[in-house]
């Protein structure tokens, strides 16, 4: 027998990276190949980045730089390190990456994960292997299965992404050009991963995608089903007890997603649903294809839909151009609005963007200023909705046990981790739990009686 070669990953960036950093161990499991948690001892070492903010991108050849010395430090040992970088950095500048990290064996992007083996062979056999094209065949249908233990080591959540790419071209935006055209995957084969994954115990799936509202899969009856029908068919499947998708654009939101919402317990009342901006006049420079009220209208379409539904948003401050005025309009909307959560982030050019041509900018200065408010903003808003779930009874999602012993935590129906004094045994349940306090971000609290009528969720 062979000693298995040791691989550690390491991801950047968003949820579909997470996704596929799993995917990508499950495909090189097949060669052999375990986990390691240090990158020291590894045969292989894969960067799985983003390119989103310049920041993120950066980290890549800092971190390359810290593995040059690992790898030449295993060389003196007499092993063979290898290096790789995948994710979007590794789809926006394959060939720099080759020509500026030396240390690199292997550049693969987004789309050719299921090619791992190949190039890894070629780099063992010829030095260095680049593959960046959008191959004509689709990754999914090569990509293998994970394996029942690899399920179960990865906790009762698990992400499926659904749809790939972006057409939608904001101007700040890298997306298209990283993961490609937009892309949805059969239901069979959506429903198919998802038996899989309930089968080994998961409770909970998360339905992934660039644009994961422009979901236009082909059904069994050869038709494109919405996002919508497809939450439907997959909370009909017996094991699933929590359904969620991330992340969704503003001019997506159609009737059947409305619907799923008003309709399915399992799909969670909670949706990140990012505006970007409140200003309409930036809102046409980023190419959004939507105004700050169309933005308001679909909120309370989904309010009505739902009452207990809670939002979360991505803004950008700092927008080429962007005025006092127009920064205020997005200040007024969130408080309008009123999110659970929320995330900000300063403009940051992209090469290869149009906004990165766009010519008057906001100071560093000011940008700083704005996202400091909005920032300040948000938290009020998520403290008091997080305050708000002390003294009712919540369903909770149990997950782990937690640092503390003898607790176990989980999560509520808008992510919130909810901690109880409890045995393992609760792991995997949905239960109904009373909150007494919070600390920082979570709540504590305990196991209420379990009578189903006793289950309520927190009201909006
Ligand atoms: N596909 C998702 C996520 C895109 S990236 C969507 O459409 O919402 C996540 C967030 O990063 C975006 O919502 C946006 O707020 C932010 N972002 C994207 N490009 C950026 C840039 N060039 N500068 C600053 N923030 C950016
Ligand atoms: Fe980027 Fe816009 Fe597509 Fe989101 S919708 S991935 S922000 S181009
Ligand atoms: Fe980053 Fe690519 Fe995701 S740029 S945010 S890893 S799609």
Redesign the pocket.
Known sequence: MTTPRKLHIK???????VYDAQRMVDTLAGEGFVETASADDADLVIL?????REK??EKVYSELGRLRVAKDEAARQGRDMKIAVA???A??EGAEIIHRAPTVDIVVG?QSYHHLPQLLKRAMENGRALETEFPVEDKFGFLPQPRPDAIRSRGISAFVTVQEG?DKFCTFC??PY??GAEVSRPVADIVNDVTQLTDNGVREITLIG?NVNAYHGEGPDGRAWSLGRLLQRLAALPGVARLRYSTSHPRDVDDELIAAHRDLAELMPFVHLPVQSGADRILAAMNRKHTADDYRRVIDRLRTARQDIAFSSDFIVGFPGETREEFSATLALVTQIGYAAAYSFKYSPRPGTPAAEMRETVSAEEMDERLGRLQELIDSQQSAFNRAAIGTTVDVLFERTARNPGQIVGRTAYLQPAHVMASPDIIGRVLPVRIDSLERYSLIGEIAAQSPNLQTTIGA
Request: glycine letters at 8%; one cysteine or more.
């Open positions: 991801s950047y960036g968003c949820q579909m990276n799985n980045t983003c390119h989103i993120a991108s994710g979007c950095v789809q926006a987004p972006c890298v997306v990283t993961r660039q």
